[in-house]
């Protein structure tokens, strides 16, 4: 005799209400990193002493979290493929980062959060071209679309200098850390009209124009460019790390990649680490570190891998969706960032094409 079906549980439908406040809780920590760094930026830290610093606090959160799971009984396989981890860690964990980091100081937080929600396309074309996944008409014709969108974003012109909220926070911030309670001077009146002029978002030092092809990567343009490769390089290290998921949990690979990845990030951030380390005093920049290590690229991965389990993968990329929403009102509300035609025609073209493929995935 044939059971009855079985009904959802109360205990099922709290852990599906969990799991989808998990995954929202992720898109909103994700949407608002990106301007919290630029606001990093913006308090004097050098870019690369940012990345250095909440990379150890992201390896140190994460490495705590696995070594919890490892204890819980999930361990990997012992034929673990190692040369797939390091291979996912140079894709994600060093390459990744860094164009991250260099489009952060380059271009705005909006421009940046629309070509990252690009990921799940360039992670379904190589997934075709590598893995030979089949795609229907309609996941190609999303395809064209979120791909016109992208290039609608990422070939936009410098826009015109408008005043940036975290520039006027970010200056009586380091007054009052300064001691400082006097109107400001003519000097700094100059300097800050010097930087309102800048094609450079908030937060990022004027360098020289280099010549030649490296002229293609500076200013928003330039920052577009490294988001875009930025992308492809997380969709890569997706791509990549199918085969090393079914040997390792997801957080335990995280953990592994960061390891791997912090070295050559500290490398790199070592010769002003130490000026770098000497601005913690500044509870803003402690702030947006420990939000961006903790949370951003710690607790955040092991949130998304429970709500990919508990709710599914394709109810999980639907939240991922709401990212780029995130940052562009997080960007206006933190960094005075207006959102332009351009960003809304591409971004509704991203958003779309993305929507259209998803449905047509078999």
Not at 117 to 125: R, S
Request: hydrophobic residues 55%; contains cysteine; aromatic residues 8%.
């Amino acid at each position: 005799m044939m059971s009855a079906p079985r009904q959802p549980t109360e205990n099922s439908t709290a852990l599906l209400w969990l799991a989808e406040l998990s995954l929202l809780s992720v898109a909103v920590i994700w949407g608002v990193n990106i301007p919290l760094m630029k606001i990093a930026l913006a308090l004097g830290i050098d870019r690369f002493a940012l990345n250095g610093l909440r990379l150890v606090i992201s390896a140190l959160t994460l490495l705590v979290f696995a070594a919890l799971e490892y204890r819980r009984g999930i361990r990997p396989n012992v034929r673990l493929n190692w040369k797939g981890i390091l291979g996912y860690a140079i894709l994600v964990s060093v390459l990744y980062q860094m164009l991250f980091l260099l489009s952060v100081s380059q271009t705005t937080s909006a421009d940046i959060a629309l070509i990252m929600a690009t990921v799940p396309m360039w992670t379904a074309i190589g997934a075709r071209l590598l893995l030979k996944e089949i795609l229907t008409d309609r996941a190609w014709l999303g395809l064209i679309i979120g791909f016109t969108g992208t290039v609608v974003v990422t070939l936009q012109g410098t826009p015109p200098a408008t005043p940036s909220r975290t520039t006027a926070a970010v200056s009586t911030a380091a007054s009052t850390a300064a001691g400082k309670n006097t109107p400001a001077t003519s000097s700094d009146r100059a300097a800050d009209s010097s930087t309102a002029a800048s094609d450079l978002p908030a937060g990022t030092a004027a360098e020289p124009v280099p010549g030649g092809w490296r002229s293609l990567f500076v200013g928003r343009f330039g920052g577009n460019l490294l988001a875009l490769a930025a992308a492809l390089m997380w969709a890569g290290g997706t791509i990549f790390s199918r085969p090393v998921l079914k040997r390792i949990s997801p957080l335990q690979l995280s953990a592994f990649s960061a390891s791997i990845g912090l070295p050559f990030h500290l490398a790199v951030a070592w010769p002003v680490l130490p000026a770098g380390m000497r601005l913690l005093s500044n509870l803003q920049l402690d702030a947006c570190l420990i939000y961006s290590g903790v949370l951003s690229t710690g607790l955040a991965l092991p949130m998304w891998s429970f709500g990919v389990k508990h709710a599914g993968a394709a109810h999980a990329t639907m939240f991922q969706n709401l990212c780029p929403i995130v940052a562009i009102v997080s960007a206006w509300f933190l960094l005075g960032e207006p959102l332009n035609p351009a960003q809304a025609v591409g971004g509704a073209l991203i958003l779309g094409g993305l929507l259209i493929m998803r449905s047509g995935r078999k």
